[in-house]
C-alpha cells in the first residue's frame, strides 16, 4: 500500500514539475480595483516579507493607478520600490517586483517624450532592477489601443538596454568579477477584448493578438534585445474557457513564456479560464488575497493553489499571509468600491466591458453626476451609462477599455448624460476623448487584417466643430474651464512619432524648478525624493492636479515642524503675546545685542534647522528654554541693564527668533500655497512681520545678516 502511495506521490510530482505554472500576487492591482490601499513603509513591509516567505514568482507594487494614488497622498512611489527591493533583498529571496506602465504614457494618460520615458525606465531599473535577470523588476509594458507603435520606443529601449547590460556583465563575469550592471525583464502585454466576431480576421480574434504580439516580439529584436515574456491582460473578465484555450497555445507557439492577468468580475468564468490556462502550461498566472480578493479584484489564491500544475505554496505560511492581510485591508475592506454595486449592476458594467480597476471609479463618478442630475438610482444610471457607452463604442470602431481609454470614455459617457438635462449650449466634452478622436493617443488597428479602423465621421465632425468653438487664449491654446482642447484636425502624423503632448519643455522647466528647491531645501527634499524622481513625478502627476502637488509633499512636514516650533516659541511668552516696546532705542540695542550673539539671521537660520530637523516635537520647548540661556545669560552678565531686565530681554529673545521662524514658514507657505497665518492671531502675526520689516530685512539691506540661507 505505501509504496503504491508513494509512487502515486512521485509521479504527482514528476507532473507538477513538467507543467509548473507559476503565480504572482497583485497586491497593486487587488488595490486599485477595491478603492482600499495602504502606502504605509511599515505595512507594506509586512506584506513584502511574507511574500517572500510564500514564495510568490512575482509580487506587483507599483504603476497603473498606483503612481497617481500615491503622489496624492504625499508618498513616493519611486522610494515604495526602492524600499520593497531592499526589504527582498534583506530577506534572501529571489522574488522580482513587477509594476505595470503604460508605454508612451508611461505613468501618466497622455504621449510623454522619448527622453522622459528614458528617464523614467533608467529610474525604475535603478529603483528594482538587478545584475541576475531571474530577480530584476518585471515592466508589464501595455497600451491601451493595442498600437504597437505607442510601445516601440520603449519596447526598443528596454531590449536594447538590456542587451547592452547583459553584453557588459558578460564580460565582468568573463575576467572573475560580479556583474555590475541592473537589467530589467521586458513584458509586453496584450489589452484582451472579446472578438467581435468569430470570423479569423476579426478585431480581437486569436490571429489579431498573434500577429500583434509576434510585431511587439520583432521590435525588440530589431533592438537587438528581445522580449522576456507575455501578459494577457484580461482586464475585464472577458476570456472565456474556449477562446483562452485555442489564443493561450497559439500565443505559447511564438516561442516566448505567456502569463495570465484575469479580473474576477465574472469569479465562476476566471477559475475555469485559469483552470484551462494550466492545464495549457502556461507559465504563470495572478491571484489576490482576501480581503481584496473577488469582485472587480481577481481570484483568491485558494481558488487555484490545488490545480494541478500550480505551484505549491506552503499552507502555514499562506494562512499567515491571509492573517496579516485582514488586519491591513479589514476596515477599508468592509467599504469595498466595488462591493457597494449591486450584482446586477456589477454584471452591467463587466458586459460593458469596463475594466475591474476602473468599475470603482466609474460607480462613484455615476453616483455622483448621473444620479443627481438625472433623479435616477445607482442601478437605472449603469443602465443608461451602458447604452451610452455602446452608442460611442460603435461610433469609435471598439476601443479596448483600459486606463487611459476607460477612464476617456466613460468619463465621455458620464458628460453625455449629464449634457442631456442641460441646455445645448452648456454641452460638456471631455478634452482627452476629443484628443482620442482626434488621433492623439494612436491609431485602433485590427491586427488580424492589418485594416485602421477609424472612429465615425459624424463622430469626428462633432469633435472638430466643438473644440473650434474654444477660443485660443493668450499662450495660442484652446483652453476651457482650466483645460487644454486639441485643435479641431485630425491628426495625420503618429503622435509617437511627432511632438509629444507633454515633453521635453515641461521636462526642462521642472529641472529648472526643482534644481532650485533642492538648493534652497536639500534636506527637506532629500527626505521625500531624489531629484530627478521629483522632475519625473511632477511631470507625471494626477491630471487636473496642481503643479504644486510634489513640491507639498516636501514641503509639508517641514511646514508642519514649522508651526509646532513657532507654536513652542510663542508659549514662552505670557499669553503667547509678543511684548510691547519699551522704547526704539532700547529695542534696537537689545535686538542688535541678540542678533550678533546668534549670529545675526544666517545664524538664527542654523538654530531652526537644528530645531526643525533634528529631535522630537516634545523637546521643542526644552530645547529652545536652554538655547535662549545659552544666549542670554552671557549677554546678562556682561551688562548690568540687560541684568535687571533680563526678563524683557527673554522675552525680546523668544519673539525676534519667533519672527525668524515666522519669516521661514511664509517662505515655505508661499511655495505650498497654504496660509502662514492660520493658526496665529492676527495681532501675532502683525507683530511678528512688524519685526521682520524693521530688524530681519533691514540689517539684510545693510548687508550685516544676508539672509541667503534657507532651512533646509
Avoid at 522580482?96 to 520615458?117: C, D, E, K, T
Avoid at 509594458?141 to 547583459?166: P, Q, T
Avoid at 530589431?222 to 485555442?246: E, F, H, N, Y
Avoid at 542678533?595 to 537644528?610: E, Q, S
Wanted: glycine letters at 8%; one cysteine or more; aromatic letters at 6%.
Amino acid at each position: 500500500m505505501n509504496s503504491t502511495v508513494n509512487e502515486h506521490t512521485a509521479n504527482e510530482q514528476a507532473v507538477s514539475e513538467a507543467q509548473h505554472t507559476r503565480v504572482g500576487w497583485v497586491l497593486r492591482d487587488m488595490m486599485q480595483s477595491t478603492g482600499v490601499w495602504t502606502f504605509d513603509a511599515g505595512e507594506l513591509r509586512e506584506l513584502v516579507v511574507q511574500a517572500c516567505a510564500c514564495g510568490f514568482s512575482s509580487l506587483e507594487l507599483g504603476g497603473g493607478q498606483s503612481f497617481q494614488i500615491a503622489l496624492q497622498r504625499g508618498y513616493n512611489p519611486y522610494r515604495i520600490l526602492r524600499q520593497a527591493k531592499a526589504v527582498i533583498e534583506e530577506q534572501g529571496s529571489a522574488m522580482p517586483l513587477q509594476i505595470l506602465l503604460r508605454g508612451a504614457n508611461q505613468f501618466g494618460f497622455h504621449h510623454f517624450s522619448p527622453a522622459l520615458q528614458q528617464r523614467n525606465i533608467d529610474l525604475l531599473r535603478d529603483c528594482a532592477g538587478d545584475t541576475d535577470k531571474s530577480r530584476a523588476l518585471i515592466v508589464r509594458n501595455f497600451d491601451a489601443l493595442n498600437d504597437a507603435e505607442n510601445l516601440r520606443f520603449s519596447v526598443e529601449y528596454m531590449a536594447a538596454s538590456d542587451a547592452e547590460a547583459k553584453k557588459l556583465n558578460d564580460v565582468l563575469l568573463g575576467s572573475g568579477k560580479s556583474a555590475a550592471h541592473k537589467r530589467l525583464h521586458l513584458q509586453v502585454a496584450l489589452s484582451y477584448v472579446r472578438p467581435q466576431s468569430n470570423a479569423t480576421d476579426a478585431s480581437y480574434s486569436t490571429r489579431y493578438y498573434v500577429n500583434y504580439a509576434r510585431r511587439l516580439l520583432e521590435i525588440a529584436r530589431d533592438a537587438g534585445g528581445s522580449v522576456d515574456s507575455i501578459c494577457i491582460k484580461d482586464m475585464s473578465s472577458q476570456l472565456t474557457p474556449a477562446r483562452a484555450k485555442d489564443l493561450v497555445p497559439a500565443l505559447q507557439a511564438l516561442g516566448v513564456p505567456v502569463v495570465l492577468h484575469c479580473h474576477s468580475t465574472d469569479e465562476a468564468r476566471a477559475t475555469a479560464v485559469q483552470a484551462v490556462a494550466v492545464e495549457c502550461g502556461i507559465a504563470g498566472i495572478e491571484v489576490a488575497i482576501d480581503p481584496l480578493s473577488g469582485g472587480a479584484s481577481h481570484n483568491d489564491i485558494l481558488s487555484i493553489a490545488s490545480l494541478r500544475g500550480v505551484q505549491r505554496f506552503d499552507a502555514e505560511q499562506l494562512g499567515e499571509l491571509r492573517v496579516l492581510c485582514r488586519r491591513i485591508f479589514s476596515e477599508g475592506a468592509s467599504s469595498r468600491k466595488d462591493f457597494a454595486i449591486q450584482l446586477g449592476s456589477l454584471k452591467q458594467l463587466i458586459e460593458a466591458g469596463i475594466p475591474g480597476g476602473a468599475i470603482p471609479f466609474v460607480a462613484h463618478d455615476l453616483s455622483t453626476y448621473v444620479c443627481g442630475m438625472l433623479g435616477v438610482d445607482l442601478e437605472a444610471a449603469i443602465g443608461l451609462f451602458q447604452q451610452e457607452l455602446q452608442g460611442l463604442q460603435v461610433q469609435l470602431g471598439g476601443v479596448p477599455l483600459v486606463t487611459p481609454t476607460a477612464d476617456i470614455i466613460s468619463k465621455q459617457a458620464i458628460k453625455s448624460l449629464c449634457n442631456s438635462a442641460r441646455d445645448g449650449q452648456y454641452r460638456t466634452m471631455d478634452p482627452r476623448f476629443c484628443a482620442l478622436v482626434l488621433g492623439h493617443y494612436g491609431w485602433l488597428i485590427n491586427h488580424a487584417s492589418g485594416e485602421r479602423i477609424t472612429p465615425a465621421k459624424a463622430l469626428v465632425d462633432d469633435v472638430k466643430q466643438y473644440c473650434a468653438a474654444i477660443a485660443l487664449d493668450e499662450d495660442g491654446l484652446r483652453t476651457h474651464a482650466g483645460r487644454v482642447y486639441p485643435e479641431p484636425e485630425l491628426l495625420v502624423q503618429h503622435p509617437a512619432q511627432g511632438e509629444a503632448l507633454q515633453g521635453n519643455t515641461e521636462l526642462s522647466e521642472a529641472e529648472e524648478y526643482f534644481a532650485d528647491l533642492f538648493q534652497r531645501y536639500p534636506q527637506s527634499c532629500e527626505n521625500f525624493s531624489t531629484e530627478p524622481e521629483c522632475v519625473l513625478m511632477h511631470v507625471m502627476r494626477p491630471a487636473g492636479k496642481s503643479d504644486r502637488l510634489i513640491t507639498q509633499s516636501i514641503l509639508r512636514p517641514t511646514e508642519a515642524r514649522l508651526r509646532d516650533l513657532l507654536d513652542a516659541t510663542l508659549h514662552l511668552l505670557p499669553q503667547r503675546t509678543i511684548p510691547e516696546s519699551r522704547e526704539l532705542h532700547g529695542d534696537e540695542e537689545t535686538d542688535l545685542a541678540l542678533l550678533r550673539a546668534l549670529g545675526d539671521y544666517d545664524g538664527i537660520v542654523t538654530c531652526i534647522k537644528d530645531l526643525v530637523l533634528t529631535g522630537e516635537n516634545g523637546s521643542l520647548k526644552v530645547r529652545l528654554e536652554e538655547m535662549m540661556n545659552s544666549i542670554v545669560t552671557p549677554l546678562c552678565e556682561a551688562n548690568p541693564d540687560m541684568q535687571a531686565h533680563r526678563f524683557y530681554v527673554e522675552r525680546r529673545f523668544v519673539a525676534l527668533f519667533a519672527a525668524a521662524v515666522f519669516w521661514d514658514l511664509q517662505r515655505i507657505c508661499r511655495r505650498t500655497g497654504a496660509d502662514s497665518r492660520r493658526d496665529i492671531r492676527e495681532i501675532t502675526a502683525t507683530r511678528l512681520e512688524r519685526i521682520i520689516s524693521t530688524t530681519l530685512r533691514r540689517r539684510q539691506r545693510k548687508g550685516l545678516g544676508r539672509a541667503q540661507d534657507f532651512l533646509g
